[in-house]
Antibody, heavy 116, light 107 residues
Framework: QVQLVESGGGLVKPGGSLRLSCAAS????????MSWIRQAPGQGLEWLSY????????TYADSVQGRFSISRDNAKNSLYLQMNILRAEDTAVYYC?????????WGQGTLVTVSS | ETTLTQSPAFMSATPGDKVNISCKAS??????MNWYQQKPGEAAIFIIL???TLVPGIPPRFSGSGYGTDFTLTINKIESEDAAYYFC?????????FGQGTKLEIK
C-alpha cells in the first residue's frame, strides 16, 4: 500500500535551516508529482510547494518562495524540502503528499518548531 | 489566488443523520475540487475527487456535488467513526488552496 513517511522535523532557531525528507513506498515514485503542505497550530492547511515527476517543474507558495526549495531523488524514492531563513510563523506540522490532480495520499507529518 | 470559503466550521450530528458541508470558491474552478477527512494524529484520507467521484474504498454514504464555484460534501446516515475534521481543496490553479475545515462531532 502507499506509504509516505516524513522525517527531519525538530526545533530550530529563527534564521536557521532544516531539511525535511519524505520516504515513499508502495507505488512507482517516479511516475507521480509530489507536494508539501503544512498546518500551523490551530490554523488551517497551507499548500507550500509542488514538484513534477521528473523535477522539470516546481512551484511555491508566496509565503515560502525564495526561502524553501523542493527536490526529489527518484532513485531513492525520496522527496525533500530544504527550508532556510526560518521564522516563528513557519512553526507547523509539515506533510508530504502524492499529487495526482491534487494531493491523494498524505503522510502523517513531521513537526517543525521555530523558536529561540 | 482562489479563496475557498468552507462552512460550517463546527457541526454536531447524531448517528443516522445526514450532514452537508459547503465549500464556495472565489472563482470558477470547474470540478477541480477534492475533499479529505482527517483524524487527530493520522494522515489525511482522500474521500472525493473531481467534486463528485468517490475514492475507491470510501463508504458510499459519502458523496460530493457541485461545479464551478459551489460544492458540497454530504454524509448520509452518519456513523460514530465519521467524527473527524473535513476539508476541501482546489487544484484548478496554483497555489492550491484549502477551505478552513469543518470539525464534525458525533453525539
Amino acid at each position: 500500500q502507499v506509504q509516505l513517511v516524513e522525517s527531519g522535523g525538530g526545533l530550530v532557531k529563527p534564521g536557521g535551516s532544516l531539511r525535511l525528507s519524505c520516504a515513499a513506498s508502495g507505488f512507482t515514485f517516479s511516475d507521480f508529482s509530489m507536494s508539501w503542505i503544512r498546518q500551523a497550530p490551530g490554523q488551517g492547511l497551507e499548500w507550500l510547494s509542488y514538484v513534477s515527476s521528473g523535477s522539470d517543474y516546481t512551484t511555491y507558495a508566496d509565503s515560502v518562495q525564495g526561502r524553501f526549495s523542493i527536490s526529489r531523488d527518484n532513485a531513492k524514492n525520496s522527496l525533500y524540502l530544504q527550508m532556510n531563513i526560518l521564522r516563528a510563523e513557519d512553526t507547523a506540522v509539515y506533510y508530504c503528499a502524492r499529487d495526482r490532480d491534487g494531493p491523494d495520499y498524505w503522510g502523517q507529518g513531521t513537526l517543525v518548531t521555530v523558536s529561540s | 489566488e482562489t479563496t475557498l470559503t468552507q462552512s460550517p466550521a463546527f457541526m454536531s450530528a447524531t448517528p443516522g443523520d445526514k450532514v452537508n458541508i459547503s465549500c464556495k470558491a472565489s472563482q470558477d474552478i470547474d470540478d477541480d475540487m477534492n475533499w479529505y477527512q482527517q483524524k487527530p494524529g493520522e494522515a489525511a484520507i482522500f474521500i472525493i475527487l473531481e467534486a463528485t467521484t468517490l475514492v475507491p474504498g470510501i463508504p458510499p454514504r459519502f458523496s460530493g456535488s457541485g461545479y464551478g464555484t459551489d460544492f458540497t460534501l454530504t454524509i448520509n446516515k452518519i456513523e460514530s467513526e465519521d467524527a473527524a475534521y473535513y476539508f476541501c481543496l482546489q487544484h484548478d490553479n496554483f497555489p492550491y488552496t484549502f477551505g478552513q475545515g469543518t470539525k464534525l462531532e458525533i453525539k
